[in-house]
């Protein structure tokens, strides 16, 4: 069975920063598209960046120049790296991952938290 095992969230100040990382456990052949997504209370889950599995990358506005993705794809692993960060970036952020008409995969979730 596959998980996508997340780490890295936390509590931040506003201004500062922290890296999210989401391996694939359980699966040997390489992922296709991989994400982040975030969801905020009350709030619907929104995309926050995706990267293909040739490195081509997509940002939500709210994000870009702040928050880089990336990927291991020999280590079918994920990561999000965000900087300035600011309070409106408080949500709990969603690790996604798919094999193109085959399944998609969603991780467990981990709480970012940043304080103004």
């Known amino acids: 069975q596959v998980h996508l095992v997340e780490s890295g969230g936390g509590s931040v100040q506003a201004g500062g920063s922290l890296r999210l990382s989401c391996a694939a456990r359980g699966i040997i052949v390489r992922l296709d598209g991989m994400a982040w997504y975030r969801q905020a209370p009350g709030k619907q889950r929104e995309l926050v960046a995706s990267?293909?599995?040739?490195?081509?990358?997509n940002y939500a506005d709210a994000v870009k120049g702040r928050f880089t993705i990336s990927r291991d794809n020999a280590k079918n692993t994920v990561y999000l790296q965000m900087n300035s960060l600011k309070p409106e970036d408080t949500a709990v952020y969603y690790c996604y991952g798919d094999r193109t008409g085959v399944s998609l995969y969603w991780g467990q979730g981990t709480q970012v938290t940043v304080s103004s």
């Open positions: 990267i293909s599995s040739g490195g081509s990358t």
